[in-house]
């Protein structure tokens, strides 16, 4: 059984780098108070930003939508699974962020992976930040584009590498909030060097939509591009697992582009459609968002709290002033040990090691929610020193 022997050597690998992954079965629904092999914690770990994966009226809206719409969509879109409710949260989403039209996708993975395909091909080029999400590294791969990766936020490295490029069709591809870093893109720049450069500009704000801007109309409102006269080229991508606290992800822009997204991403035309009980949550989820000016209040009063009190030495809060708050420790095998301390101490928080960060970068990904309360915040920032100066040992 050789084919098994070389899984098995290659998952002692992962032990002996500190990188194997473990799956932790929570017994309680998404909230900050967790459940774990019978242990309560702490949970800091989540990116239901705005406490609504719990929120009862979102769960009651997902059962009406099953009642109404049943479990599943039965097809793909463009077959016979597309329904008067996938069409109303499409325009309620386009309406939301400022834009002619939206596409409603089963996931933000799926998203990224299939547009960037249908937006640049072989003799194209992609231009991308280096710290861009996963999803919208494979979609460049799958593009067949020639992919020029800049150091992060860079936006010198970014025009240097725009203006002596060939390509005739440029992308530039940033996530808009960083999502083990929490740092807020440059999208003002980023939209003018596009201008220059006659690009798209391809915004990923999974950590942005329902946080950031009016109403939480996401990272471009609140930077005021939303009616840019040159936003036509902003190919916008919001999630819906997070903040939003359902499932899901859309892609928002001029109706032309989407137009050609429908016909053209292979993620879109080649899946079954998202269940319509989940367009109907959505609905629901929408409008606890733009009514959740006090929810987004709480969470940047607990942001403010964590960074206030958590005042470390030899390891790091990054600068960061969303819900995600690293705390950069450097090491695979110290950043699993203090997260072990954490866990003894009643705290969940995901040690983040290569290869979602650079190697030698391995952090606690600590992220806040509007369902936190201050005394436990001010407990985990105060357990992270305690644990810095005692010195946790791998
Ligand atoms: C979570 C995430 C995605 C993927 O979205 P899913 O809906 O979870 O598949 C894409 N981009 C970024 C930046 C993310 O953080």
């Known amino acids: 059984m050789r084919l098994l ?172 909030v960083f999502s083990m870093d929490g740092d807020v893109a440059p999208l003002a720049e980023l939209l003018a060097l596009a201008v220059r450069h006659d690009a798209w500009l391809v915004v990923d704000d999974a950590h942005g939509f329902g946080v950031l801007g009016p109403q939480g109309r996401g990272a471009l409102a609140e930077a005021g591009l939303g009616a840019h006269p040159e936003a036509w080229r902003i190919v916008l991508v919001g999630t819906l697992g997070k903040a939003a606290g359902v499932a899901g992800a859309f892609v928002a822009g001029h109706a032309d582009l989407i137009e050609w997204l429908l016909q053209k991403t292979r993620t879109y035309v080649f899946t079954t459609g998202a269940p319509p009980a989940l367009a109907h949550a959505l609905l629901e989820s929408l409008r606890l968002i733009e009514a959740g000016d006090a929810r987004r209040a709480r969470l940047q009063a607990l942001i403010a709290c964590f960074r206030g009190h958590a005042q470390l030495r030899r390891w790091r809060v990054l600068p960061s002033r969303t819900a995600i708050q690293p705390v950069l420790i450097g090491d695979n095998a110290e950043v699993l040990a203090v997260a072990g301390a954490l866990a003894a101490a009643g705290f969940w928080v995901p040690a983040i090691r290569p290869p979602t960060v650079p190697a030698g970068t391995a952090r606690l990904r600590v992220s806040l929610t509007a369902a936190h309360d201050e005394v436990e915040v001010i407990r985990l920032a105060r357990t992270l020193m305690e644990l810095e100066r005692s010195g946790v040992t791998a």
Not at 66 to 91: I, Q
């Open 5 to 176: 022997d070389e899984l098995r050597a290659g998952l002692d690998r992962l032990d002996h780098e500190s990188l194997r992954r473990r799956r932790r079965s929570n017994a309680q629904p998404c909230a900050p108070h967790a459940v774990v092999d019978g242990r309560a914690l702490s949970a800091f770990c989540s990116n239901d930003y705005l406490g609504l994966a719990g929120e009862p009226a979102l769960a009651r809206a997902l059962a009406e939508g099953a009642a109404r719409w049943g479990a599943g969509a039965g097809a793909s879109h463009l077959v016979s699974g597309h329904y008067a409710v996938h069409d109303a949260l499409e325009e309620a989403l386009a309406r939301f962020v400022g834009c002619e039209r939206a596409l409603y996708f089963s996931t933000g993975y799926m998203a990224n992976s299939g547009i960037l395909p249908a937006l640049a091909g072989r003799g194209d080029a992609i231009f991308a930040d280096r710290l861009n999400h996963a999803s919208l590294v494979d979609g460049m791969l799958l593009s067949r584009a020639g992919i020029h990766r800049y150091p992060h936020a860079d936006m010198a490295a970014l025009e240097a590498l725009l203006a002596t490029s060939p390509a005739r069709r440029k992308l530039i591809v940033t996530d808009a």
